[in-house]
């Protein structure tokens, strides 16, 4: 069963920094993608930051120039480091990753979309 372990996050001031980290448990090269979403109360999930398996990044319009996806060596793990943290960025920040099955013998694959627990990143004013 694949999964999303998440640690980060926490309480925090305006203007300062927080660094998320998601591992996921499976290997690298079934994943596809990984990113980091959030919640905010009363509001829909919106993308913060996504890491393809091809290194490529993209980001939300509210956080770009000010965090930053990167993913470990064995590429299993992304970390989100978070800087100039404003009140509007609190709310439950999701792991997400994008996970490659294959279907049948010839090979075909589908796309599985997993998520962690989630974490609460609150930065006070």
């Known amino acids: 069963q694949m999964r999303l372990v998440e640690s980060g996050g926490g309480l925090v001031q305006a203007g300062g920094s927080l660094k998320l980290s998601c591992t996921a448990s499976t290997s690298a090269s079934s994943i596809k993608a990984m990113g980091w979403y959030r919640q905010a109360p009363g509001q829909e999930r919106e993308l913060v930051a996504r890491i393809s398996n091809d290194g490529s990044t993209n980001y939300g319009d509210s956080v770009k120039g000010r965090f930053t996806i990167s993913r470990d060596y064995l590429k299993t793990t992304v970390l989100l480091q978070m800087n100039s943290l404003k009140p509007e960025d609190t709310a439950v920040y999701y792991c997400?990753?994008?996970?490659?099955?294959?279907?049948?013998?010839?090979?075909?694959?589908?796309?599985?979309?997993?998520w962690g627990q989630g974490t609460l990143v609150t930065v006070s004013s």
């Open positions: 997400n990753a994008e996970i490659l099955w294959v279907i049948n013998v010839e090979g075909a694959t589908t796309t599985k979309y997993y």
